[in-house]
């Protein structure tokens, strides 16, 4: 059974850090593209940054490009975000998912709840 | 890249169809196959419904269909049931750069 345990959220203040992680069981973490989506409140869901299985392509949404970082350990099986100069409006559930090869996001974790407070 | 448009809501009675639109540009909806559906009940995970604009993943009841034209993207729930009461959010490939949009959520109410 696939699973995605996300941890890491809290509360920070605008401008802080914070790393998430994801820890995957259940399939072979390292053949499979890895994603952060989040879900600011009362809106909708926002692509965040996706990483290839060995890690040698990465991209991100245009809105986080330049304070955030993605990385995995497939070591680990741990996918992360590192979240940097954080804003009011990065406050959201952050969720991990995983892409199918049918370019679709087939699981997700429960997500992590992070707050900016200004 | 902006977000792909959602009715804000949709409702239907028991054992009505309901249909949910999601527009987007040639950008995304309009270029590619690759349309998903999401069913989003708060405090858990998404739950793929659709992929590949009309194919159904092992699991999920055949009363949840796909559909495409143009830059529009439809999700229809036939036979609704209460369970069927959540968020639902389309989502398109979209480019290189921004991989993937969504929509903007449409909550579905059963009367």
């Known amino acids: 059974e696939v699973q995605l345990l996300e941890s890491g959220g809290g509360l920070v203040q605008s401008g802080g850090s914070l790393r998430l992680s994801c820890a995957a069981s259940?399939?072979?973490?390292?053949?499979?593209?890895m994603n952060w989506v989040r879900q600011a409140p009362g809106k909708g869901l926002e692509w965040v940054s996706a990483i290839t299985g060995s890690g040698g392509s990465i991209f991100y949404a245009d809105s986080v490009k330049g304070r955030f970082t993605i990385s995995r350990d497939n070591s680990k099986n741990t996918l992360y975000l590192q979240m940097n100069s954080l804003r009011a409006e990065d406050t959201a559930v952050y969720y991990c998912?995983?892409?199918?090869?049918?370019?679709?996001?087939?699981?997700w974790g429960q997500g992590t709840l992070v707050t900016v407070s200004s | 890249q902006s977000a792909l448009t959602q009715p804000a809501s949709v409702s239907g009675s028991p054992g009505q169809s309901i249909t949910i639109s999601c527009t987007g540009t040639?950008?995304?909806?309009?270029?590619?196959?690759?349309v998903s559906w999401y069913q989003h009940h708060p405090g858990k995970a998404p739950k793929l419904m659709i992929y590949?604009?009309?194919n159904r993943p092992s699991g999920v009841s055949n009363r949840f269909s796909g559909s495409k034209s143009g830059n529009t993207a439809s999700l229809t729930i036939s036979g609704l049931q209460a369970e069927d009461e959540a968020d639902y959010y389309c989502?398109?490939?979209?480019?290189?750069?921004?991989?993937?949009?969504f929509g903007t959520g449409t909550k579905v109410t059963v009367l």
């Open positions: 998912a995983k892409r199918s090869v049918t370019r679709t996001f087939d699981y």
């Open positions: 040639s950008s995304d909806i309009g270029g590619y196959n690759y």
């Open positions: 989502s398109s490939y979209a480019s290189s750069t921004t991989l993937y949009v």
């Open positions: 590949e604009v009309s």
């Open positions: 259940g399939f072979t973490f390292s053949t499979y593209v």
